[in-house]
């Protein structure tokens, strides 16, 4: 999950960074704001976890939160659009890292442990699964234009 969430916080500083020389949308600064703050809560949460797991499992969870909040555009680099992006969309989101943050709190409170740390298990092979397994065509197709331009 750690190199996951670098590569994405990758992805979304170099995508604010292709915008910023093409516009000067002020959402594009908030946009940023609310990136590095993720970032540095996430690190923070990685760095606690490994003296404390489940407290650094349960900042990441707060910080995936704090992104789904507080990012009010989605960047489109395909068509290159700024899209105005509010919570409904997000819903579903929000909702797994509510989800998560739950079963971490009962696993952190030692209520039913074994069976928390099965749920939260299967809910990261869950998210891995569609996450590479399901793939847009959008991913490989920046994968590809990368190549071409070495």
């Given amino acids: 999950m750690c190199i996951e969430q670098a590569r994405m916080a990758a992805v979304d500083l170099a995508e604010i ?14 946009f940023f704001m609310v990136t590095i703050s993720t ?13 404390w797991i489940g407290w650094g499992a349960l900042i990441v969870l707060v910080s995936q939160i704090w992104f789904q909040c507080l990012a009010k555009i989605q960047l489109q680099p ?21 989800i998560g943050i739950i079963f971490v709190a009962f696993w ?18 869950i998210y891995g699964s569609i996450k590479y397994l399901f793939r847009t065509g ?3 197709e920046r994968k590809i234009q990368r190549l071409q331009s070495l």
Wanted: a neutral charge; proline letters at 6%; aromatic letters at 4%.
């Fill in 17 to 30: 960074a292709q915008f910023q020389q093409k516009t000067s949308d002020p959402r594009l600064d908030r």
């Fill in 39 to 51: 970032i540095v809560l996430e690190l923070s949460g990685f760095y606690v976890a490994a003296l």
């Fill in 78 to 98: 395909s068509t290159e659009k700024i899209i105005d992006h509010g919570i409904g969309p997000r819903l579903p989101i929000l909702l797994a890292d509510g």
């Fill in 108 to 125: 952190l409170a030692k209520i039913a442990p074994l069976i928390m740390a099965m749920t939260l298990t299967t809910m990261l092979l």
């Fill in 138 to 140: 959008e991913g490989r």
